[in-house]
């Protein structure tokens, strides 16, 4: 597979589809921004981090499994309205909040201790998401499994994900530096920073559809 197709497959298919995207995931992002500036305003910066952390986990699952359910149903195609994928992404709520806790509670792991093990954990979770919701896997299956069948597309993973990561992050790194006056601006910087990150779940359901799943496939056969 080619990092180059790889990618502009992704963005072909995000910008094609803006139109269903944007309602589908972006109220959730914008409450959860909204959430995160209130609480850092509340804190006033002091240990935030757990309670941005928090306030992630209760919209990131949403939006991010209603996603994947639209890759989905677009592969088999099968059409479901906005309402529909969030209960379907409701009801699977429990099981990816729990998986994202222990996702996030691991690359945090690997980054204290040093940026590239960080890294390197984050990579081996990308098929994580993905497996509990298209095969059903209860949280720590999806991480074991991940970590099975990221094993010879690490570096197209790593390079992919570090492509779309980069700008995001940059991003990041400007809306901290506003102060409370650009308050508005920084919501919305921060919210158009996390639809584009939706880009990642795009990249990683395409790689795991053109590797593993595919490799599943012919196994089965």
Aim: with cysteine.
């Amino acid at each position: 597979m080619n990092p180059i197709s790889i990618l502009r497959d992704t963005w072909f298919f995000f910008s094609r589809h803006l139109g269903t995207l944007l309602p589908l995931c972006l109220p959730w992002i914008v409450l959860e921004s909204l959430t995160q500036q209130q609480l850092s305003l509340a804190a006033q910066s002091q240990q935030f981090a757990p309670w941005g952390m928090a306030a992630g986990l209760v919209f990131y699952p949403i939006y991010t499994a209603s996603l994947l359910l639209y890759l989905i149903d677009f592969g088999e195609e099968r059409r479901r309205g906005v309402s529909e994928l969030w209960r379907a992404a409701l009801r699977l709520w429990p099981a990816f909040a729990l998986l994202s806790a222990l996702s996030s509670l691991l690359i945090v792991i690997g980054f204290s201790l040093m940026i590239l093990p960080g890294i390197y954990v984050m990579i081996k979770l990308a098929f994580a998401e993905v497996l509990l919701v298209k095969r059903g896997l209860r949280p720590l299956d999806a991480i074991r499994e991940s970590f099975r069948l990221t094993n010879g597309h690490f570096f197209l993973l790593l390079t992919t994900v570090l492509v779309i990561l980069a700008p995001t992050w940059a991003l990041q790194g400007y809306i901290e530096q506003l102060n409370d006056e650009a308050a508005g601006y920084g919501l919305a910087l921060n919210a158009l920073s996390g639809f584009f990150q939706l880009l990642l779940t795009v990249l990683t359901y395409r790689i795991y559809m053109l590797g593993p799943e595919r490799e599943q496939g012919s196994e089965q056969a």
